[in-house]
């Protein structure tokens, strides 16, 4: 059996998550919820009714997404 700490694409918690993207200011974790009720926010596992994950190489794609070169770009 692989050791977690050995996975390449960890599930995150919405909390886990907002630290990863946010930083030294994590990104809350109501913004996340609302962005995926908008569905603009990284792309997100559902596991059961209640249960979110994020996968990092959603978490990182989303960060790429986002990357700009100038604040003129939209």
Known sequence: MQALSD?????FSTERAGE???G??????????DWRTSGIGP???RL?????????S????????CARTSTAEG
């Open 7 to 11: 996975n390449p694409d960890p599930l």
């Open 20 to 22: 990863y993207l946010g």
């Open 24 to 33: 030294d200011k994590p990104i809350p974790t109501r913004t996340l919820e």
């Open 43 to 45: 792309e997100f596992v």
């Open 48 to 56: 059961g009714a209640r249960a979110v994950r994020y996968r990092k």
């Open 58 to 65: 959603a978490l990182d794609a989303f960060l790429e997404r």
